[in-house]
Nanobody, 123 residues
């Protein structure tokens, strides 16, 4: 069974950078799906932060992180990454990797989820 495994979270000061990675293990995600990054802070709903199409030609980035976060993928390695720059305390959350059609990701639905990685941004 395919599993998504995130890495790269941690503690960083405001203004700093982190790079999150997500790798598919146990196989490949079927169906040439979009892959996306969600985040969920305590007491808040899970939010789609960024997503990227199979080809990489199309991307979605939430307004709250536009200009600071960049999503990329490497299909040969079954990985998707999220480069996060100019981090703010409000970016602190558990970040999850997911894979599905974009229409489903937009509604927070996915057949594949990672276990999450914690990002903490100190002020």
């Amino acid at each position: 069974q395919v599993q998504l495994v995130e890495s790269g979270g941690g503690l960083v000061q405001a203004g700093g950078s982190l790079r999150l990675s997500c790798a598919a293990s146990g196989g490949t995600v079927s169906g040439r799906r979009w892959m996306g990054w969600f985040r969920q802070a305590p007491g808040k709903e899970r939010q789609l932060v960024a997503a990227i199409s199979w080809t990489g030609f199309s991307t979605y980035v939430a307004n709250s992180v536009k200009g600071r976060f960049t999503i990329s993928r490497d299909n040969a390695k079954n990985t998707v990454s999220l480069q996060m720059n100019s981090l703010k305390p409000e970016d602190g959350a558990v970040y999850y990797c997911a894979a599905d059609d974009f229409s489903r990701l937009r509604t927070g639905v996915s057949d594949y989820w990672g276990q999450g990685t914690q990002v903490t941004v100190s002020s």
